[in-house]
């Protein structure tokens, strides 16, 4: 049972490329979100999914964008990558919310 | 909106020494509540949850929780630290759409 898997693990980029970060669970789970961490913020929420074919903004999603074409997969994409998108992003999955959240084991970005 | 806010960016404990970790939530409805752990380079796994019934939540290695309404807190608790205990620690609440908002994090050092 694998989880939540996000790939790469690490990734630098310069300033202008783009990328995208891959996310996978198997556990069949309607529910996908994408964080991004940074010191002494907490975890931030840049966008969410409540099934396949849906998306919606969260609290920071300027500069990323998502998709949602199967339960499974859920990645995120960085467009003109700039130095204040340098994070650590997590991926994670719930089946109801209530019963928490499943993470992944996150990438480190840096943008130079 | 609902929110959390966790007092204390660092806390150091002795080793054997009880932890406590506070956090505080604002909401105008019934929360369900959540901590986390977050292991250093690794993403975050649920501690403990409380949604509805017993107020007190007992959690994985020994950690506790108790949802007091009155004083709309719900801080971790553990009798006795553990070297092992050193990390960070999340309170997080959940928001509309089954989102986790999160506190900003409180790093437990754990000393000899």
């Known amino acids: 049972n694998a989880g939540v898997t996000q790939t790469p693990k690490f990734r630098i980029l310069k300033i202008g490329q783009s990328m995208t970060l891959q996310c996978t669970q198997d556990?069949?789970?309607?529910?996908m979100y994408w964080y991004r961490q940074d010191p002494g913020m907490g975890l931030k929420l840049i966008y969410y999914s409540v099934g396949a074919g849906i998306t919606d903004k969260g609290e920071v999603p300027n500069g990323y964008n998502v998709s949602r074409s199967t339960t499974e997969d859920f990645p995120l994409r960085l467009e003109l990558a700039a130095p204040s998108q340098t994070s650590v992003y997590f991926c994670?999955?719930?089946?109801?919310?209530?019963?928490?959240?499943?993470f992944g084991s996150g990438t480190r970005l840096t943008v130079v | 909106a609902q929110s959390v806010t966790q007092l204390g960016s660092h806390v150091s404990v002795s080793e054997g020494a009880l932890v406590l970790l506070r956090c505080n939530y604002s909401?105008?409805?019934?929360?369900?509540l959540f901590w986390y752990v977050q292991y250093p380079n690794q993403g975050l796994q649920l501690l403990l949850k409380y949604t509805t019934g017993a107020t007190l939540v007992k959690g994985i290695n020994g950690f506790e929780a108790e949802f007091k309404k009155s004083e709309t807190s719900f801080h971790l608790t553990k009798p006795s630290a553990h070297m092992s205990d050193a990390a960070e620690y999340f309170c997080a609440v959940i928001t509309g759409g089954n989102k986790l908002t999160f506190g900003t994090g409180t790093q437990l050092k754990v000393e000899l």
């Open positions: 994670a999955s719930t089946a109801t919310g209530f019963d928490g959240y499943t």
């Open positions: 909401s105008s409805v019934p929360p369900y």
């Open positions: 556990m069949n789970h309607n529910y």
